[in-house]
């Protein structure tokens, strides 16, 4: 089960840092994802890190502002968002993949899903 929290309303060129809690004794050998998906449009990746944290992925929109990182004592794995813009405005979805056959950046890679939480960035 994961649970995602930190999300809420911050102004443009603000920061917010989600977390996303998971429970079990197997969080250390998951990769982890973000994704996010504002009202209309599809769920899109925002960034990944593998189960060691020694890669991470992160889409181009959000590249140089959001870092992905992982505590597997604490089975949390986090995403820093600088520098927000509205754009950045979405439900953001955190999710655990047991195996990665394909890309990161795929849904369908991942086999369990957070609830979500609201990002907004006022302008």
């Known amino acids: 089960q994961l649970q995602a929290s930190g999300g809420g309303l911050v102004q443009a060129g603000g920061s917010l840092r989600l977390s996303c809690a998971a429970s079990?004794?197997?969080?250390?050998?998951?990769?982890m994802g973000w994704f996010r998906q504002a009202p209309g449009q599809e769920r899109e990746f925002v960034a990944a890190?593998?189960?060691?944290?020694?890669?991470?992925y992160y889409a181009d929109s959000v590249k140089g502002r959001f870092t992905i990182s992982r505590d597997n004592a604490k089975n949390t794995v986090y995403l820093q968002m600088n520098s927000l813009k509205p754009e950045d405005t979405a439900v953001y979805y955190c999710a655990a993949a047991r195996y990665i056959s394909g890309s990161y950046f795929y849904t369908r890679e991942y086999d369990h899903w957070g609830q979500g939480t609201q990002v907004t960035v006022s302008s």
């Open positions: 890190i593998s189960w060691s944290g020694g890669s991470t």
């Open positions: 079990g004794r197997t969080f250390s050998t998951y990769n």
